[in-house]
């Protein structure tokens, strides 16, 4: 498969996984703001790798993570509905706190921005 293909396939599965997370019922996944940080496709679409991350941090992207893997069999049909796909890949679902390093990482940067600015008005 072309890697052209390959990435807008990518991106379909990325999209359609949002809209899906959108309408579940479980609280373990409404509880926060959750967010699919990357899909990793392989290449004969068998498998996909979800990487998940929360505001709140890594306990609650772990706990979002255990409700999605409780609905992976929803998700995967609805998937499948949804792009018309002849082999809908296996989920697997990981969580990770990317959301919560930039944030952090986002508030450094603006406190030594307020910092540098109260030295130059010095």
Do not use: W
């Amino acid at each position: 498969m072309p890697s052209h293909r390959m990435g807008r396939t990518t991106e379909d599965i990325r999209r359609e996984l949002t809209a899906i997370f959108r309408e579940l019922k479980d609280p373990r996944v409404q509880q926060g703001l959750i967010s699919i940080v990357r899909v990793e496709v392989t290449n004969d679409l068998s498998h996909s790798t979800v990487y998940v991350s929360a505001m709140q941090g890594l306990e609650q992207a772990n706990t979002a993570v255990a409700g999605l893997k409780s609905a992976s069999g929803f998700i995967r049909r609805e998937l499948g509905h949804r792009l018309k796909l002849r082999h809908v890949p296996e989920l697997h679902f990981l969580a990770t706190d990317s959301i919560e390093y930039s944030a952090n990482i986002s508030k450094i940067l603006n406190d030594l921005r307020s910092e540098d600015h109260e030295d130059h008005s010095e």
